[in-house]
């Protein structure tokens, strides 16, 4: 299947830094990304949608000048968590849309602010 | 009500026998259906998808789409302990930008 490569896996920061997390789509191209996060033992909640060259779509109750979503190509989106609180540790896992419509979801990244 | 109902189990079958994992949902407008597999810590991983109504296999799996009914299946034969995962049912549709819904995932332990 797709592959979608998100970067880094794992990542320790200090509360009030900010964080960036990359989502490529290595072997198609993504017109829509779309961003999750998931907390323990609970099933993934879509935070944002990213269509290339546009402003991203963010769900009820997401802060958009919080995590900051960047989708600059069609392989490549960015998340960025700014002035990142304890609150927002959680496992954030990216996805792209292929032209056929399926979904391929990156490794996820676990952040862990402190 | 959610869109997607999924009993998260947990499920515990021996090794070999034959796993029923269902969803049903109460959206009309879905028409692409994925079951995902996830294991602890790490990202889902596509195992099946299939477009509208029907039924498909891939080497022990098998997914049933009954849109009438609203219901989905995933079938896996011959299980393995390696099976031992949650598994997560999604579903989208084209008038809300493909973004998919997922169910609460279900808990499989396939013990040897």
């Known amino acids: 299947g797709a592959v979608v490569s998100q970067h880094p896996s794992w990542v320790i920061c200090k509360s009030g830094t900010s964080v960036k997390i990359e989502c490529r789509s290595l072997d198609f191209q993504a017109t829509t990304m779309f961003w999750y996060r998931q907390f323990p033992k609970q099933s993934l909640m879509l935070m944002a949608t990213?269509?290339?060259?546009?402003?991203?779509?963010?769900e009820q109750g997401v802060e958009k000048d919080k995590f900051l979503i960047n989708h600059a190509s069609l392989t490549l989106s960015t998340l960025t968590v700014t002035s990142a609180h304890p609150e927002d540790s959680s496992f954030y896992i990216c996805?792209?849309?292929?032209?056929?419509?399926?979904?391929?979801f990156g490794e996820g990244s676990w952040l862990t602010v402190v | 009500q959610k869109e997607v109902e999924q009993d998260p189990g947990p499920l515990s079958v021996p090794e070999g026998a034959i796993v029923s994992l269902n969803c049903t949902y109460s959206?009309?407008?879905?028409?692409?259906f994925m079951w995902y597999r996830q294991y602890s810590r790490k990202g889902p991983e596509l195992l099946m998808y299939?477009?509208?109504?029907g039924n498909k296999e891939d080497g022990r799996f098998t997914a049933q789409v009954d849109k009438s009914s609203k219901y989905i299946s995933l079938f896996i034969r011959d299980s393995q302990p390696s099976d031992s995962a949650t598994y997560l049912c999604?579903?989208?549709?084209?008038?809300?930008?493909?973004?998919?819904?997922f169910g609460k995932g279900t808990s499989l332990l396939v013990t040897p």
């Open positions: 299939t477009y509208s109504s």
């Open positions: 959206n009309s407008a879905f028409q692409y």
């Open positions: 990213s269509n290339e060259g546009s402003k991203a779509t963010y």
């Open positions: 996805s792209g849309r292929s032209s056929g419509n399926t979904i391929y």
């Open positions: 999604a579903m989208s549709a084209s008038n809300s930008g493909y973004a998919l819904n």
